[in-house]
């Protein structure tokens, strides 16, 4: 479980083939400090594990199917990434509930900054949509936000220079692809509700009220 407030970015020192995975080497100083081999790491909102350490850095291993879902595919030498570590059960809940279960990608239609505030409108699918509400949380890059405007095909965003500040979000541009993750309570109140209709409609055709 994460919160999607990033604790530091890292600075990917190389990425190599693995069969149908990829290994990705981070640089991280504070990540790295406190690390063990099976460890759950967010890398840009993806829950990875780390398989390898040392003084600085560590490795972790994303599969075909994390590939097909997120921007980690896009990687190379030299580019920054969100990181966080699993939190801790004693820890203070900052952010919101993040699995590190990437839903799927987004991709950047605008942007616009001032010295208070950035506006970014994020296009996103029709499946990811059905679980975002007006003034909702979505995680971006693995940055936990809140969603200003709802349209029928994008979220619009407004972060503070702190969150621009302390994550790689300050260096988004157009067309940019991002990692969503939807709020996880949304998705199980809607399979729950899908539930219910299924066996109210059961209970009714049992007993002759439907045909």
Same mark, same amino acid.
């Given at each position: 479980m994460f919160t999607g407030i990033i604790e530091?970015?890292?600075?990917? %020192?190389?990425?190599?083939?693995?069969?149908?995975?990829?290994?990705?080497?981070?640089? #991280? *100083?504070?990540?790295?400090?406190?690390? /063990?081999?099976?460890?759950?790491? #967010?890398?840009?909102? %993806?829950c990875l594990t780390a398989v390898a350490f040392c #003084?600085?850095?560590f490795t972790v291993e994303a599969t075909k199917a994390t590939l097909a879902s997120t921007n980690l595919g896009? &990687?190379?030498?030299?580019? #920054?990434v969100n990181l966080e570590r699993a939190m801790r059960a004693d820890g203070r809940f900052d952010g919101h509930f993040v699995q590190g279960h990437v839903d799927g990608t987004g991709?950047?239609?605008? &942007?616009?900054?001032?010295?208070? %505030?950035a506006a970014i409108e994020i296009a996103v699918a029709d499946e990811l949509l059905a679980y975002m509400v007006h003034k909702g949380s979505v995680a971006v890059n693995g940055v936990s936000l809140t969603? !200003?405007?709802l349209?029928?095909? /994008? @979220?619009?965003?407004? @972060?503070? *220079?702190h969150t621009l500040k302390e994550t790689t979000l300050i260096s988004l541009k157009e067309g940019d692809i991002v990692n969503i993750e939807t709020? !996880? &309570? %949304?998705?199980?109140?809607?399979?729950a509700k899908g539930n219910k209709k299924e066996i109210d409609e059961k209970f009714l055709k049992e007993n002759g009220f439907l045909l």
């Open positions: 530091e970015i890292g600075r990917v %020192a190389g990425v190599k083939s693995s069969g149908d995975n990829i290994l990705i080497e981070i640089t #991280a *100083p504070l990540i790295s400090s406190d690390i /063990a081999l099976g460890k759950s790491i #967010a890398v840009n909102g %993806a #003084a600085g850095e896009l &990687l190379t030498r030299g580019s #920054a991709r950047i239609r605008s &942007l616009s900054k001032n010295s208070s %505030a969603i !200003m405007e349209k029928s095909d /994008a @979220i619009v965003l407004n @972060i503070i *220079p709020d !996880m &309570l %949304a998705k199980y109140v809607l399979k």
